[in-house]
């Protein structure tokens, strides 16, 4: 049974910061080969793709990022907590929304129900 459970959301003023977190339980050692993200969702539009991170045991992968975030959000991850983060900074209205995060392989992908960003102007 995987789980994935997000925390760390809330709400700040516009140039604030935030740090989100995805607890992920279920998979165990097969954690690290997982490939992991994160995705958003403004209230009322679809849901959009904001950092990822892949898996891949004796190899360090490179984070791509949606454009309007890069320089101002980080994604991580601890294999050994089986944890994922994003770390946003100089926060801006346009990123308010419901954060998800999700891991996956080639054969299952897994969401956990989100945490609300809220930046205000």
């Known amino acids: 049974q995987v789980q994935l459970v997000e925390s760390g959301g809330g709400s700040v003023q516009t140039g604030g910061s935030l740090k989100l977190t995805c607890a992920v339980s279920g998979i165990a050692d097969l954690f690290p080969s997982f490939d992991v993200g994160w995705y958003r969702q403004p209230a009322g539009e679809a849901r959009e793709f904001v950092a990822r991170?892949?898996?891949?045991?004796?190899?360090?992968?490179?984070?791509v990022y949606e454009n309007s975030v890069k320089g101002r959000f980080t994604i991580s991850r601890d294999n050994d907590r089986g944890t994922v983060y994003l770390q946003m900074e100089r926060l801006v209205p346009e990123d308010t929304g419901l954060y998800s995060c999700n891991v996956r392989d080639i054969g299952s992908s897994y969401w956990g129900r989100g945490t609300q960003v809220t930046v205000s102007s």
């Open positions: 991170l892949d898996g891949g045991v004796g190899f360090v992968s490179s984070p």
